[in-house]
């Protein structure tokens, strides 16, 4: 099995896992997995999730989803025909957040362009 159907795989089922069946009470929010890195000798994986809620609670999320990883493991060993299934190492992805500020940043540099251009024409027309 190539690496790349590897992380789809562990993407996939990571996906349900988080989904249904993490129960911890410190987990809050909505996660999404965006993408999962392993190591070439399998023995590890990154797994990039993007958080969406309380930013005040994203530590304390992403610090139990870590303390979740061996029993994530197990759940995958059920799942997922491998010898060994990864050890996991959640990391938080901002890329979506990144974007969504990017879009805001760009969006008003649109309107601030309009209304600079609606003033100018103004002025040419000798309305102001």
Request: one cysteine or more; charged letters at 30%.
């Amino acid at each position: 099995m190539n690496i790349e159907r590897i992380n789809s795989e562990l993407l996939k089922q990571l996906s349900v896992i988080f989904r249904f069946e993490l129960n911890d009470p410190r987990i809050h929010g909505m996660l999404t997995v965006l993408e999962v890195k392993t190591s070439d000798d399998l023995s590890h994986a990154r797994v990039y999730v993007s958080y969406f809620g309380d930013a005040s609670l994203k530590a304390e999320t992403f610090e139990a989803l870590n303390g979740c990883t061996g029993h994530m493991r197990n759940l995958l060993k059920q799942r997922v025909k491998m010898r060994t299934v990864p050890y996991l190492r959640i990391i938080p992805d901002d890329s979506l957040e990144q974007a969504r500020q990017l879009t805001d940043l760009i969006e008003d540099a649109m309107d601030k362009t309009h209304e600079t251009e609606k003033n100018y024409k103004g002025d040419e027309n000798g309305d102001n």
